[in-house]
């Protein structure tokens, strides 16, 4: 497997169900634009020029390419479709024609060991295709592969004469081949470096908050906006700069403004495409996540969209890795620190680069705004960038709105925009940018820490202790010592080892919280147990940190075959 395949199976590995891997790419053809049989021919030279969508995943880290085969296109007509009246009107919006084909390959089962990643399905009206959907596994294409993947079926549809194979491509067993030179190995390795040097200092979530009173649901806004695609286009010729570059910048102004902290270090994807031109129309799963350092401190809006700019090439250099051996390394960095980190899902998911259309922004239109659920995410607040064009439709997506609400949610793009339309007049101080943003600091009383990059709420932390170790009491300091947890023990908790392990494996439920630093195992629980003075009468049994892990890390096999040289982690 290449690296891409082995970082899309790790993070599909956690989910449990690989629907939630798939893609989907929509054509919308004009009345009568082709036939059943010009769709179906054009999808088997797909499938013939690109191995990826013959590949199968049978285990023990390998890929396997099907020579040849059959492939079921799903033809569905109106009378077929679920609301098939609807469907009936040639005036149907194309939403409910996507909904139509979609619900054909939604429920098809997908086993990678045996079933090839790809799918599709049309709706036909008088003899003729009116909707039709591709459906791919992430295993086996990223965003830009489906995009690729789209942009040659479409071309294959208006014009029979491109439905050729064509020369030989750059297909992933080639990718895999290439991942094993020395060179790209020095590569991967220096990438396990690169996150490890920043994992070991970065704050697990920059954004924690204390839970409010509201429900713990995963939702997400979408921002349409007019006025922020004409202010974009102004920003980019007057700075050169990429349009996903300056949203970032404003986006990186808001959460700096709101935290009070200029630094940024934060996950985004990286498509892994800058490097090798052979991988510019590759058709596989290169994009990973990328560990982004950005300092924004005294920048003006201009001088920080450039810094934004070259932390993303410097990030996108340590973004081929294998996955595996990383999030070993994860884990090791997560236990020392007793943090879990919220990175995994992006912070910054650029997936607007490949859709563009040549009509004008209309900045008078109105902006609009779409609440919706969305399905669980560990993210405090993520950025999913959809269009870049005539619009600019982006998500704030947040994964508890106890802690992060509505209202913040809206406030957050509404601030983005603000700030958008006012740097396309000019290059806007870092004063001026406080003033546009207008939104007000973070606040976080005496019941807050600030240790090892961290926020760290101690109410949080003590449901943390009455989870897993009560009876048990934090202490933001003792001696000096920050973070003190006393813990009465019991037959299955006797020392720091077994009560520090106890503490990560619930502290994913607890965002805002940090594993103690130290833990003192006492004979016996004190009648007043917040009083620390109790908890020091005590007989002590044991005390430490906790950080010893029971046995040494295993070095994991980089793609199957000892790494290429020894570093301890």
Known sequence: ???????????????????????????????????????????????????????????????????????????????????????????????????????????????SAVDLPVSAAVLVRSGRVCAAVLRCSHLAADHKGMAVLGRELEEMLADPAARVVGAPRHQPLDQAESERRPSMRRRAENALDYWGDRLRRMPANPLAAAPGPGPAESRAMEMVSHAGAAALARIARRTSLDRSNIVLAAILSVLAERTGDPGHLFCA????????????????????????????????????????????????????????????????????????????????????????????????????????????????????????????????????????????????LLAVERLLVAAAEDDLSP?????????????????????????????????????????????????????????????????PEQAHARCMSRLPAHPAAMTPRHYVLCHGTPTTPHDLSSWQRQPVLSEGPGRRLPTPARREEFNGEPPPRARAV
Not at 1 to 28: D, F
Not at 367 to 381: G, I, S
Not at 442 to 453: A, I, P, V
């Open 431 to 495: 004063g001026e940018m406080s003033g546009i943003i207008d939104l007000p600091r973070t606040e976080r009383g005496d019941d807050w820490l600030h240790l090892d990059s961290c926020w760290v709420h101690l109410p949080e932390v003590q449901r943390l202790l009455d989870d897993t170790l009560a009876p048990a009491r934090i202490f933001a300091e003792v001696d000096d010592r920050p973070l003190v947890a006393y813990v009465a023990a019991t037959d299955a908790v006797t020392t």
């Open 1 to 111: 497997m290449t690296l891409g395949q082995l970082n899309a199976h790790k993070w599909l590995s956690w989910t449990g169900t690989p629907a939630y891997g798939m893609q989907y790419w929509h054509l919308r053809p004009g009345a009568g634009a082709f036939g059943v049989g010009d769709f179906a021919e054009s999808l088997a030279v797909l499938l013939t020029r690109h191995e990826g969508l013959r590949t199968t995943f049978p285990g023990g880290g390998r890929q396997r390419v099907v020579a040849s085969g059959e492939l079921v296109l799903h033809v569905l007509t109106p009378e077929d479709a679920p609301a098939s009246s609807a469907l009936d009107s040639a005036s149907v919006d194309s939403a409910a024609l996507d909904s139509a084909v979609d619900a054909v390959v939604a429920g098809l089962p997908y086993d």
């Open 269 to 412: 994807l990286s498509n892994n495409r800058f490097f090798d031109r052979r991988l510019a129309d590759h058709v596989g799963t290169l994009a990973a996540s990328s560990l982004v350092e950005v300092d924004g401190g005294g920048a003006t809006f201009d001088e920080l969209g450039a810094r934004v700019r070259a932390g993303m090439v410097r990030a996108s250099m340590s973004a081929m890795y294998d996955a595996h051996r990383m999030h070993a390394i994860a884990e090791r960095v997560e236990h020392e620190r007793g943090v879990a980190f919220n990175y995994f899902p992006p912070i910054f998911n650029n997936a607007a680069a490949y859709i563009r259309s040549d009509a004008t922004p209309d900045p008078v239109r109105s902006t609009e705004f779409t609440w919706r659920r969305m399905e669980a995410t560990p993210a405090p607040l993520r950025f999913d960038l959809w269009r870049l064009d005539a619009v600019l439709a982006m998500d704030a997506w947040t994964g508890d709105t106890s802690r992060i609400d509505r209202p913040e949610v809206e406030q957050t």
